[in-house]
């Protein structure tokens, strides 16, 4: 069979076929590249598990789909917060670590500022926005998770389309896709006074505002894209290898984040990341090896959202999903009862009071807890993606690990090099991960820019 | 040599409750529940009797661990020192502790309701002769609400029972008994379903006098610590307030989850939430739906029967074997329960949402890798279902179920009511079809893992077999905060 990459959750059917192929085209391009740097790795000459289904060999018709899923709320968030309460604050709080940890600003060419500020801690492919009426009660909250790399897309196809998109969405007549493009290039400033560029001049800026409000439509945080589900993917299929007792052994997957620590495959400290390189790990890992891809579409969808948490005000009617919840892009029932989630794409909901119920979502609690927050809400959603698998004829490929990670009181994991030592209050968080034959240096803090580049003086 | 961890800090196991830290095991107990007008009185007696010594420490319980709890009472009662019975525990409810002029602001909003019946989240059931949820309560509805909740466990239930008489007496007339049960062990450590109860309790990491508090460890467990094989170590602050709790890394420890009420935090220490619910079990019911189900399905499954499929829906077989093991090997708690779900990303014989899996995923590529810990405490009431029995005991037999947490929101509520109750948490394949409460009016469905198909079997709606009797959010305190619930200005 001929494989096409289709859009996230087969949106914009509309969108003519020539943009429909360079988007297939942009996904097998990422495939192709990550497969490539992969390939080129030492290694025992096994069989890479993640297949380029676009290839010659294809795939075969017998595949069996398993959805991969994670919560929605930022895990990193609920570590570190002093308690749950803060952590529904800090979950919303708007600004710039996305890019780096010592950002400050972003500048245009002419050194003046420029409102970048997105969901910095909303980093588990899932965006949330909450609207409130004159009053200031809690009316509706809006849940995304379509990765900004598809609206970039669509924007340098179509500018108008995504133009009219965000006028709808937001209910503001004079947005033009001038206002949604950098009108020079923009820089991220850290706090030592480097620079690094984001976004070049005349490209879709998709850290633009009029997403950071109630009119959402896609995903902002920095790591929150299709490519870097696709590179995370790709990255976790090789086995690692790692040496205990003076033997090679194969590192088991039963620690997500120690497998992410040594693969460096994506954030460590999220939820979503882990459970993404673990699941793709277990085909090498299984007593019966698999060899996988990711289900067409590629993307990162909502799964679900926990609707029975939701009371109603005292004497009103009990709730169904359908009541409170809108799928206003994407496909699947938003509830979670059954398997009916195993089917859901869904890439934007609406979460509101049921219809002229007479009491507004802010009424509602959480349980026992009165719903003041959309992070509570985010709290009741499961996200998930799919992959195909099926049989494979070898074992995996073997390779060593590529990274380690160390620890503090902070109970944030620092990614090092494995020849690299932990900084000041840091230990080492896998020893197992590191070469018994090595001599450690000591590490560097990265600075890192969108899609991984690293951040040059100016 | 026994590997001691970074950080590791020594518990306070004489200010601890035996209870929280250790457990009575299978002595037989007595638990009773009471309130009454004068609440301070209540807290007069606990102080008293702590003071007295009569609450048992987890140092003074500390020789029985690894023992037989029943046999080592049997000794230790000859012996008359702190290891004899009866052994003593007891937790008390945010208004006895407000009543009692002690910091009460506590973190936790499950704590703080009123009743059990505030949250309809358990999905416990309406009475079946129809009424309120909470008409068929036996102890936590409005009538008889839970303000102090003792556990008594001795070489009798009749001894144990004398206890909570010495109590009901001390505390005067204006304290009322809302609720008594005996609970006496089932033979083989059974719950009235027919299988092994108490497997897979979490260890404690921590030290008494510098060695680790669970003797046993496994020594080449650098990811993972762990005590008997398959026995996870947990830092005790996700079982006591006052001390470093799980973080990302299972071997380094967390910061010390703290109150934001200085006062309530200092009170707190060495403290533990405590999950009250008295759960009445329909055997009857259960085999007979088994027994159905397994007719239904056999045309798929061959090897179907009542016992087959029930141990589907617990994910070990009565004597306590994981379905993951080798059929017929024969099963040590302590030695042979060391498994996990990452050899198969999908079930690993074992369905997802058998019961084991859904309170406990282990670690599997397809399950939840959160994974909340509690210390389960429970014990069976009521005499043993025998085969052509006419009517259950006149107060039904069941389990009451009592679990010790750091966080009732975060670790009961997650594995009890996001999980348990919840068809697609934490990994799928539907219902906990042992214990999982769907709520009211609604079916519940589980996954029997196969070839070709995976089988579904439904529960509908009013093909139940427990229900809920009863329950309270309470706290356990130290025994130091217990001495001081009669001196208020001291507890400050």
């Known amino acids: 069979m001929v494989w096409t990459y289709s859009t996230p959750g087969h949106v914009d059917d509309d969108l003519p076929d020539k943009v429909k192929s360079a988007w297939h085209v942009k996904i097998q391009e990422i495939v192709r590249g990550r497969l490539a740097e992969i390939g080129r790795m030492k290694s025992d000459g096994g069989i890479i598990p993640f297949i380029d289904p676009t290839a010659e060999a294809g795939v075969p018709d017998a595949r069996e789909p398993l959805p991969v899923r994670w919560p929605g709320f930022p895990a990193q968030v609920a570590l570190t917060a002093p308690n749950p309460q803060q952590a529904l604050i800090d979950a919303e709080h708007k600004g710039l670590t996305d890019l780096h940890p010592s950002a400050t600003d972003v500048v245009d060419e002419s050194g003046a500022s420029v409102d970048c500020r997105v969901r910095h801690r909303q980093d588990e492919y899932l965006e949330w926005e909450a609207e409130h009426d004159a009053d200031g009660r809690l009316v509706a909250v809006t849940f995304v998770a379509e990765g900004y790399d598809y609206w970039s897309f669509l924007f340098e196809k179509d500018p108008e389309r995504v133009a009219k998109a965000f006028r709808d969405s937001t209910g503001d007549p004079s947005i033009t896709p001038d206002d949604l493009e950098a009108r020079g290039d923009l820089f991220v400033v850290l706090a030592d006074g480097r620079q690094g560029l984001i976004v070049k001049k005349g490209k879709y800026n998709p850290r633009h505002q009029f997403n950071q409000g109630p009119g959402i439509l896609h995903l902002s945080h920095d790591a929150n894209s299709l490519g870097a589900e696709l590179r995370l993917a790709i990255d976790s299929c090789l086995g690692r290898e790692v040496m205990l007792d003076g033997k090679l052994v194969l590192l088991d997957g039963s620690d997500p984040k120690r497998l992410m620590c040594c693969s460096e495959g994506g954030a460590v400290n999220r939820s979503s990341d882990p459970i993404i390189g673990a699941a793709a790990y277990a085909a090498v890992t299984a007593r019966e090896p698999s060899l996988f891809t990711l289900t067409d579409p590629v993307g990162l969808y909502i799964r679900s959202f926990n609707h029975e948490a939701l009371r109603p005000p005292p004497g009103s009617d009990p709730i169904s999903s359908q009541d409170v919840c809108d799928v206003e892009r994407g496909t699947g029932l938003p509830d979670n009862v059954g398997k009916n989630g195993d089917e859901s794409r869904i890439l934007r909901l609406r979460v509101s009071a049921p219809e002229g119920a007479g009491y507004v979502l802010g009424e509602m609690t959480v349980g026992p807890v009165p719903l003041t927050s959309g992070a509570q809400l985010a709290q009741l959603v499961d996200m998930q993606l799919f992959v195909d698998i099926w049989p494979s004829p070898g074992p995996a490929r073997r390779v060593a690990c590529t990274g380690a990670c160390c620890i503090g009181e902070a109970q944030i994991l620092v990614p090092v090099k494995p020849t690299q030592t932990c900084g000041p209050g840091l230990v080492d968080a896998f020893p197992e991960l590191r070469p018994e034959q090595a001599t450690p240096v000591p590490s560097a803090p990265k600075a890192m820019g969108r899609g991984g580049r690293r951040i040059r003086d100016l | ?492």
């Open chain 2, 1 to 492: 040599m026994t590997t001691i961890l970074p950080g590791e800090p020594e518990l306070e196991v004489d200010d601890i409750q035996a209870h929280v830290l250790i457990g009575f095991g299978s002595t037989e107990q007595a638990i009773g529940a009471f309130t009454g007008d004068d609440l301070p009185a209540l807290g007069a007696v606990l102080a008293d009797w702590a003071a007295r010594g009569r609450f048992r420490s987890a140092r003074d319980l500390m020789p029985r661990k690894g023992l037989n709890a029943r046999r080592f009472l049997a000794g230790a009662d000859i012996r008359h020192d702190r290891t004899s019975g009866p052994w003593l525990a007891a937790a008390v409810s945010k208004r006895l502790l407000a009543a009692c002029g002690v910091p009460h602001q506590f973190d936790d909003l499950w704590f703080s309701a009123e009743s059990m019946l505030e949250v309809p989240e358990l999905g416990d059931r309406l009475p079946a002769g129809g009424g309120q949820l909470g008409d068929d309560w036996e102890v936590g509805n409005g009538e008889r609400p839970v303000d102090v909740l003792l556990v008594v466990g001795a070489a009798r239930a009749s001894a144990a029972d004398e206890i909570l008489d010495w109590f009901l007496a001390a505390a005067g007339p204006t304290a009322r008994e809302v609720y008594r049960e005996e609970l006496l062990p089932i033979e083989g450590s059974l719950e009235h379903f027919g299988f092994r109860d108490g497997i897979s309790q979490p260890g404690v990491l921590g030290l008494v006098g510098g060695e680790p508090f669970e003797a046993f460890r496994q020594e080449d467990a650098t990811t993972f610590p762990e005590g008997l094989p398959g026995q996870d170590l947990i830092w005790p602050g996700e079982f006591l307030f006052g001390y470093p709790s799980q973080g990302p890394v299972p071997r380094v420890r967390a910061p010390i989850r703290r109150l934001a009420d200085a006062d309530t935090d200092a009170i707190a220490r060495n403290g533990s939430y405590l999950v009250f619910r008295r759960l009445l079990q329909n055997v009857a019911a259960f085999r007979a739906f088994c027994d159905a189900k397994a007719a239904e399905i056999r045309h798929l499954h061959p090897e179907a029967d009542g016992d087959w499929l029930a141990t589907r829906f617990v994910g070990r077989t009565t004597a306590g074997g994981p379905l993951v093991s080798e059929p017929g090997a024969p099963f040590d708690p302590d030695a042979s329960n060391d498994f996990r779900f990452d050899g198969d990303p999908m079930t690993s014989g074992c369905p997802l949402a058998a019961h084991i899996r859904k309170v406990n995923p282990r670690r599997g590529p397809s399950d939840q890798q959160i994974n909340p810990r509690i210390i389960r405490r429970g014990a069976p009431f009521g005499r043993q279902h025998e085969p052509g029995e006419m009517a259950p005991p006149g107060r039904g037999r069941g389990l009451v179920f009592l679990s010790y947490q750091r966080s009732i929101d975060q670790q009961f509520n997650t594995v009890i009511v996001r999980w348990m109750n919840d068809p697609s948490n934490p990994s799928g394949g539907g219902h906990d079809m042992l214990m999982g409460q769907p709520g009211r009016g609604e079916s519940r469905h589980f996954t029997v893992p196969g070839e070709p198909d995976d089988t579904e079997v439904v529960a509908g709606p009013s093909e139940a077999w427990v229900h809920t009797t009863g329950g309270a959010f309470l706290f356990a305190p130290s025994i130091s905060t217990l001495t001081r619930l009669g001196n208020p200005t001291e507890a400050r």
